[in-house]
């Protein structure tokens, strides 16, 4: 079955400091990962996919199938970026049916 | 655009009581989700469903029912609460096109707790 762990409950960084939040996975079928976070008092929301490749908010995310990893990366912490953060992975099928992982929350601090 | 949009908001059941949980978008997504998240886990897949008329069950479906009669609600029932299903509850909808595939909106979500 398909899983998805993030191992750290908690991160704490210093603003200005690199961020990276690590996801792991188990899935034998072709893996598409997303990255979603919760700001607070806000709801869960698409932070950025695999397939996009893109950079949002300055966070970046490689899968690495080798691996089985999926680590969400900032260069440079923000406050703004506290928030919880959830890896998921999608399983077959048309509908968007995700494995989340249990979360990590990043706390930045000055 | 209210997205996605879950009542009530807070509840508490006791023990065999029923209820159902609400869930309306305004996206015209095709495909609706709910998941719940117990203390300290991740989000599981209770229900899904991708078009009116059309559900399946998730991970977790045990205790639960759904219904899809439009493609704007997806309510979810609880017919005999237990503790077990003390939780946050959580809505979701996506797009069944290319570039809105996979992404999904949520609601607020709805806290339940069953004494």
């Known amino acids: 079955a398909q899983r998805v762990t993030q191992p750290e409950k908690l991160l704490s960084v210093f603003k200005g400091a690199p961020v990276e939040l690590k996801c792991n996975y188990s899935?034998?079928?072709?893996?598409?990962l997303f990255w979603y976070v919760q700001y607070s008092r806000q709801r869960l929301q698409l932070l950025l996919r695999?397939?996009s490749r893109e950079s949002i908010k300055g966070f970046t995310a490689d899968l690495n199938k080798g691996e089985t990893s999926f680590h969400l990366k900032k260069p440079f912490a923000q406050e703004e970026d506290s928030a919880m953060y959830y890896c998921?992975?999608?399983?077959?099928?048309?509908?968007?049916?995700?494995?989340f992982g249990t979360g990590t929350r990043l706390q930045v601090t000055l | 655009n209210a997205g996605v949009t879950q009542t009530p908001k807070f509840r508490i059941l006791k023990i065999g009581q029923s209820m159902t949980l609400q869930c309306a978008q305004d996206?015209?997504?095709?495909?609706m989700y709910w998941y719940r998240q117990d203390p300290g886990m991740g989000l599981k897949l209770i229900y899904y469903?991708?078009?009116?008329?059309?559900?399946d069950k998730g991970e977790v479906p045990n205790g639960y029912n759904v219904s899809r009669s439009t493609t704007e609600d997806f309510p979810l029932r609880l017919e005999l609460a237990a503790p077990s299903q003390t939780s946050v509850y959580f809505c979701?909808?996506?797009?069944?096109?290319?570039?809105?595939?996979?992404?999904?909106?949520f609601g607020a979500g709805s806290r339940l707790t069953v004494l």
């Open positions: 469903s991708v078009g009116a008329g059309i559900t």
């Open positions: 998921a992975l999608k399983v077959g099928g048309t509908a968007s049916k995700l494995t």
């Open positions: 695999h397939i």
């Open positions: 899935y034998s079928g072709s893996p598409e």
């Open positions: 996206m015209n997504h095709n495909y």
């Open positions: 979701a909808s996506s797009a069944g096109t290319a570039s809105g595939a996979n992404v999904l909106t």
